[in-house]
């Protein structure tokens, strides 16, 4: 219309012509992005001049805060589990949080291939749990902590059913991301008009690639898919069947938390997470005040070595049965000698997890 209507009055302006100008460039450079994506990625090749492609998704109410403009621009490929290739069923539109905190608990949900739920808050897991079926799952999940998850996102692999829907429905969430909806749960859900609900894209394996922006550039890095190299006990006490599985359970946990970063374990349902502290111990202290009492007989992991033997020493005091850390420090044998004089086992992963 608007073309039609300037030729019909003296020619297409230059507004008109610039406007389709930057279209078309926009258009050919996406289009040559791609090529030349492919042969690099074909020939592996780190390019010197990276360009890549992104197309509008949303434009957002505002960023991380009320002053911030932001935009959703979206990767064209297949990448599973993300948003743009979910279906939203329910409620209002996304915010940039909404987006990072969903994103954040979809990669925690990757890593499991038994029945899982994720409950994310401010990008950290405050609660994650396998179960038998969803309702099991979802209700370890919000029994971790049923604190923090109070306006929280939650994500399983399985199908939401009736059950699982109203335990859901009693208290405030922001985002549910499920496989699917039995029709009775989505009757429950929709009953909150602001409740985002997403049915998940099937899953695959094409994460790849990490982009970060920073001040002036961006940083690209391999995807952290790796969980540990080998498993090393380095104590006396040897690790149970039991915890060598929540051992792993801890590590596919631990790598999602902001470092430094300690998960507490039990049974495939996490007790006490402590994230971002500018300490280890710190972090330690977090995680095992959390846990409390529930932490006797459960099990610890930490994303990075403990560079001396007070995080050691404090789990024993809280009755953990067994560490698993990447190991690598000048002071490993101070840890192994405080888990050999409490009877914990201890293992190396010999593979950190940093998360910043």
């Known amino acids: 219309d608007r073309i039609l209507n300037e030729l019909e009055n003296g020619g297409i302006t230059l507004a008109t012509r610039r406007l389709l100008a930057i279209k078309v460039f926009n258009t050919t450079a996406s289009y040559d992005a791609a090529i030349a994506n492919y042969f690099n990625k074909a020939d592996n090749l780190i390019p010197e001049k990276l360009t890549l492609s992104y197309t509008l998704e949303d434009t957002l109410r505002y960023g991380e805060n009320p002053h911030q403009k932001a935009y959703h621009y979206v990767q064209d490929n297949n990448e599973s589990y993300a948003l743009q290739n979910a279906v939203q069923l329910h409620g209002k539109e996304m915010s940039y949080n909404n987006i990072q905190d969903a994103s954040a608990a979809l990669d ?140 792993e359970f801890g590590l596919k946990v631990v790598k999602h938390v902001k470092s430094n970063a300690i998960v507490v374990v039990k049974n495939g349902q996490t007790l006490g997470i402590g994230a971002g502290q500018m300490n280890r111990v710190g972090s330690c202290k977090i995680a095992l005040e959390q846990a409390g009492a529930l932490a006797d007989g459960a099990v610890l992991a930490s994303d990075a070595f403990f560079p001396m033997r007070d995080s050691a020493d404090l789990a024993a005091e809280y009755n953990i049965a067994a560490i698993v850390q990447p190991g690598g420090s000048i002071r490993d044998q101070e840890s192994i000698d405080a888990c050999n004089e409490k009877g914990v086992a201890m293992l190396f992963s010999k593979i950190r997890h940093f998360k910043h």
């Open 108 to 247: 925690i949900l990757a890593e499991f291939d038994e029945i899982a739920c994720v409950a994310v808050k401010h990008m950290n897991p405050c609660g994650v749990a396998i179960g038998k079926d969803v309702f099991e799952a979802y209700s370890r999940a919000y029994d971790a902590d049923p604190v923090s998850i109070f306006g929280g996102i939650v994500a399983v692999n399985g199908v939401v059913d009736k059950a699982t829907a109203e335990k859901m429905h009693s208290i405030f969430l922001e985002i549910i991301l499920a496989v699917d909806y039995e029709d009775e749960a989505l009757e429950i859900l929709t009953k909150k008009k602001n409740l985002r609900i997403y049915k998940l894209s099937e899953r695959n394996n094409n994460h790849e690639q990490q982009i970060k922006s920073v001040r002036g550039g961006i940083l690209v890095q391999d995807f952290n898919s790796a969980l540990a190299e080998n498993y090393e006990v380095v104590t006396d006490k040897q690790p149970t069947k039991e915890q060598m599985s929540d051992l």
